[in-house]
């Protein structure tokens, strides 16, 4: 099983802002298999960035992914008041297809 | 627009069954890979199972619900169901329907399963 290790657990930020979330992987990741979700308290996650470092469809152009192999990135650059979430890394390229145990960005 | 919309969830007693259905709108059900992810209150995500588009390539479970809970679909339906078995207080969570080609496209709004005597 691949083991996701999301760093820092909370991250304590002001609007305008850029935010920097780690996840690290226990073994490599298969053709960089990696997914970023949002989500928002009382809503289900919302497809980020696929494979590793794709905005998926209507995904604001603030937010990047980047990274291969066991260490990836999701870059929020300017954070707006909406950002403020918590946000999870999967692997989808093994079984089972494991999440992180996510980041919480807050409003400092 | 893409919906998923679960049902099913409810208050169970321990050890018994539960059938969890999701219906699927708005984009080709039958070219989707299926998958229930589930967050226990308070907690992360978890992936509980995963099933390919015609079922016929794979299906993967968690080894937390393993030989409990079989996971089906319907193409002629647009339809994805969870049979959960000998329930567990642990198994008390928000179940999410969601449809995927790679990462997790598509999510339900879900349904909450309470397992408590």
């Known amino acids: 099983e691949i083991v996701l290790t999301q760093s820092p657990g909370t991250l304590s930020l002001s609007p305008g802002e850029r935010a920097t979330l780690s996840c690290r992987a226990s073994?490599?990741?298969?053709?960089?298999?990696l997914a970023w979700y949002q989500q928002k308290p009382g809503q289900a996650p919302r497809l980020l960035i696929y494979?590793?470092?794709n905005r998926a469809t209507g995904i604001p152009d603030r937010f990047s992914g980047s990274g291969s192999g066991t260490d990836f990135t999701l870059t929020i650059d300017s954070l707006e008041p909406e950002d403020f979430a918590v946000y999870y890394c999967?692997?989808?390229?093994?079984?089972?297809?494991?999440f992180g145990q996510g980041t919480k960005v807050e409003i400092k | 627009e893409e919906q998923l919309v679960e049902s099913g969830g409810g208050l169970v007693k321990p050890g018994v069954s539960l059938r969890l259905s999701c219906v699927a709108s708005?984009?080709?059900?039958?070219?989707?890979?299926m998958n229930w992810v589930r967050q226990a209150p308070g907690k992360g995500l978890e992936w509980v199972s995963s099933?390919?588009?015609?079922?016929?390539?794979?299906?993967y479970y968690a080894d937390s619900v393993k030989g409990r809970f079989t996971i089906s679909r319907d193409n002629a339906k647009n339809s994805l169901y969870l049979q959960m078995d000998s329930l567990r207080a642990e198994d008390t969570a928000v179940y999410y329907c969601?449809?995927?080609?790679?990462?997790?496209?598509?999510w339900g709004q879900g349904t909450l399963v309470t397992v408590s005597s």
């Open positions: 708005g984009f080709t059900f039958s070219n989707y890979d």
């Open positions: 073994q490599s990741v298969s053709n960089i298999y």
């Open positions: 969601v449809g995927s080609r790679g990462a997790f496209s598509y």
């Open positions: 494979d590793a470092s």
């Open positions: 099933i390919s588009s015609t079922a016929s390539s794979y299906i």
């Open positions: 999967q692997q989808y390229g093994y079984s089972p297809r494991t």
